[in-house]
């Protein structure tokens, strides 16, 4: 099984910046898109973004568009989320995840980022 390890995260005040990363362990793993979901309490999983490789398209969720900023690497496999001018609703623990060209997924552990008032 594929492993992706996540990095960034923590504690930031409202209207900060926060970047998280995400690469496969594995080097030869392939992905057709990589992207970012996350969890608040009580709530369930949303999508935040992703990026597809074919066509280097981003794509975002209304609430973080404007904001938050995609990028990273297919030959790599690794991906990146800028978030700026955080707010507190985006406390959440977020994910990485990939899908292979067979549309299976993987995930990363989450990692925490928190959002002050």
């Known amino acids: 099984q594929v492993q992706l390890a996540e990095s960034g995260g923590g504690l930031v005040q409202t209207g900060g910046s926060l970047r998280l990363s995400c690469a496969a362990a594995?080097?030869?793993?392939?992905?057709?898109?990589m992207g970012w979901f996350r969890q608040a309490p009580g709530k369930e999983r949303e999508f935040v973004a992703r990026?597809?490789?074919?066509?280097?398209?981003?794509y975002y969720a209304d609430s973080v568009k404007g904001r938050f900023t995609i990028s990273g690497d297919s030959a790599k496999n690794t991906v990146s989320l800028q978030m700026d001018s955080l707010k507190p609703e985006d406390t959440a623990v977020y994910y990485c995840?990939?899908?292979?060209?067979?549309?299976?997924?993987?995930w990363g552990q989450g990692t925490q980022v928190t959002v002050s008032s």
């Open positions: 995840a990939a899908q292979d060209w067979q549309s299976n997924w993987i």
């Open positions: 990026i597809n490789w074919s066509s280097d398209r981003t």
């Open positions: 594995e080097r030869t793993y392939s992905s057709a898109l």
